[in-house]
């Protein structure tokens, strides 16, 4: 019995939704492993918030979940840059806390009994499933293959270049800003296909999002209207266009200013002034091309070059004006720092002093991105030949995330997505081209079939023959094997690379057991419960987010970095010698002074490593006082054994590192492990500060202020010398005391 249509039809119908059934098993089951992967941590150590920074956010969370979103918008500080204090409520982005906040109301209204502790700790996980899956709708704009969403969803889900900043306890901006950073960009490719004001609107409502939650927003600020100014120079303006960037621009900024920390930057800033030129130049493409029609072709020259020319240098002497009369904020030492990668180390120290603003080194492209980082240019390449406008798009955002990310090793971050679409694109080609060859045309193939008009145009037809099953068997054989390498790859450096918490040391015992080094948390639970509620700590910079989260402790600088004459005024008391750095601890009511030391251990991570960034940014601010070169010997060598220098070897850093190190050791054995050196037999002793604390593996070293009086002795201590010399001079002017006798 021959086929009906009808049957047909069914039949067609039904391969649909199998093919579609099983899309989204598969999507769920990426996303399932996107979120196992990033639990390494939870199983091998705890669930605990990881790094720095996170620590501060888990801070803030907690204050908004205690005390409500209007009390978290006013919110000051005042534990915090003791005395300065921080306004923090207009110094953050709040969408990572009010995301996690929300959370947490959502399921105590479902009354299921949640810490806010593990909502923070897994929100990055579970994000990293919606990452996949936003990822997945942003590569099928790309393609017609059915291959190349879901290779992009699971590379993406496992690539170690996003796990870095998205593993269990990295409660940081990134943990939601990845997601909505592609998200937004699946929403703008939507929208300029469509030409919908819904899909515009949606890309704005999400824009607003990315900016409450992460300063990296203005990398979408620059890269939509780069793409559109890129469109218009190629000649393709179209109505879509015009609706799809008019609405975002003037929805998006709306919803960024609604932000207080952003405030009016997106009117008053050089890094936003790019996305206001575009939305003015399409302005004027869209006039151009309203009057096109009603002007004859010679007037319209001329009319246009007019006013090409006046509204552009009308613009420009606009914009240096305000620039000079400071309406428009100049571009940012960070933006500098992004174009010249030296800029920073001369002029902002304090942003060369980290270690995710260095440049990146190669191996970290591989180590990071694997196989990916060689079907990447295919990717591009493949872009090129097709050149729509989300091909444009995505060849823009390749080659401008490619530079950032050599500049700048935090800015890898960025790329990974990019990497995921093109390799996918890639690799789903290879795959239909000659895995499943045998089956018919490719989509690709399909796709230029269809696009084909002048008939010139020929198709590459699926390789047939005996040759075809050979290649067939080699090319799958080859994928199978870089897949599962690639996957062995990812789970090895995550496991192993970004699943310890910075907080919580691992180390191998010679029997190859694993030995946990806790020193630091042992520090924090000590502050905690043996200081006063408000004794000041001072410290590195680095350690602020930490001391307040788990100490709770006021602290005079922390990681928020804002104030950088604080922050060199505690380089120079940690680089000064102790009749310089006690009138400095005195002055900013200092109680407690930590310290990280890893001679003992070999942890390379500690302030004697750290301490030549705190001697630049204090010279930064005192040339006269501070200077780099006292530090170093007359080779240029930076060394703490007998050959260090004076200016070294009596600073207060210097000291209360080494302080009593030597009675670990026989007598002139004293070895710095990190530094590879033997220290001087005589350690240096502390006049001003008495040694406090120091943890079992001597990671964390903590001095207690003295008072001191005038004299420099112990004001407590000379208190009871002059009760004691006032009583001695009284008996002696008196005379003897006689008893007298009826």
Known sequence: MAETPVDALLKGSTGRNTRGLLRIIILFTIAAAAVSSRLFSVIRFESIIHEFDPWFNFRATKYLVQNGFYSFWDWFDDRTWHPLGRVTGGTLYPGLMVTSGVIYHILRFLTIPVDIRNICVLLAPAFSGLTAFAMYLLTCEMSISPSAGLLAAAFMGITPGYISRSVAGSYDNEAIAIFLLVFTFFLWIKAVKNGSIMWG?????????????????????????????????????????????????????????????????????????????????????????????????????????????????????????LTMSGVIAPWSGRF????????????????????????????????????????????????????????????????????????????????????????????????????????????????NEESSTDGLRSTRNPIVGVSSYISKAVVTTSTVIYLLLFVAHCTWVTSNAYSSPSVVLASRMPDGSQYIIDDYREAYYWLRQNTPDNAKIMSWWDYGYQIGGMADRPT???????????????????????????????????????????????????????????????????????????????????????????????????????????????????????????????????????????????????????????????????????????????????????????
């Open 336 to 447: 500098y720092s992004l174009w010249d990668t030296g800029y920073a180390k001369i002029h902002i120290p304090i942003i060369a002093s980290v270690s995710e603003h260095q440049p990146t080194a190669w191996p970290a492209f591989f180590f990071d991105l694997n196989m990916l980082i060689w079907l990447f240019p295919a990717g591009v390449y493949m872009c090129f030949r097709d050149l729509k406008d989300e091909h444009v798009f995505v060849i823009i955002y390749a080659v401008l995330a490619s530079y950032f990310a050599g500049v700048m090793v935090r800015l890898m971050l960025t790329l990974t997505p990019i990497v995921c679409v093109a390799a996918a694109l890639a690799l789903s080609t290879i795959i239909d081209t000659y895995v499943f060859a045998s089956s018919g045309p490719t989509p690709q193939a399909k796709l």
């Open 556 to 742: 005079l600088v922390d990681n928020n970095t804002w104030n950088n004459t604080h922050i060199a005024t505690v380089g120079k008391a940690m680089s000064s010698r102790e009749e310089v750095s006690y009138p400095i601890l005195r002055q900013h009511d200092v109680d407690y002074v930590l310290v990280v030391f890893g001679g003992l251990l070999g942890y390379s991570g500690d302030d004697i490593n750290k301490f030549l960034w705190m001697v630049r940014i204090a010279e930064g601010i005192w040339p006269d006082e501070v200077k780099e070169r006292d530090y170093f010997t007359a080779r240029g060598e930076y060394r703490v054994d007998d050959e260090a220098t004076p200016a070294m070897r009596n600073s207060l850093m210097y000291k209360m590192s080494y302080h009593n190190f030597n009675s670990l050791f026989q007598q002139g054995q004293a070895v710095d492990r990190v530094r590879g050196s033997r220290l001087p037999a005589e350690g240096p002793q502390l006049s001003t500060l008495e040694e406090a604390y120091t943890s079992e593996n001597w990671i964390i070293r903590i001095y207690k202020v003295k008072d001191l009086d005038n004299f420099g002795r112990d004001h407590n201590n000379a208190a009871a010398f002059e009760r004691g010399h006032k009583r001695k001079r009284a008996t002696k002017r008196r005379g003897p005391r006689v008893l007298r006798t009826e």
């Open 201 to 321: 609107a949606m890309t704005a409502l999400f824009y607003g999002y990315m900016v409450s939650a992460w300063g990296g927003y203005v990398f979408i600020t620059n890269l939509i209207p780069l793409h559109v100014f890129v469109l218009l120079c190629m000649g393709r303006y179209s109505s879509r266009l015009y609706i799809s960037y008019t609405t975002w621009y003037a929805l998006g900024t709306l919803a960024s200013m609604q932000i207080p920390f952003v405030g009016f930057l997106p009117i008053r800033n050089s890094d936003h002034m790019a996305a206001l030129g575009v939305f003015g130049l399409i302005q004027l493409v869209a006039f151009a091309d309203f009057v096109r029609g009603f002007i004859p072709g010679k007037q319209f020259q001329r009319l246009l070059t007019a006013m090409v020319i006046t509204i552009f240098g009308i613009a420009f002497v606009g914009l240096v004006v």
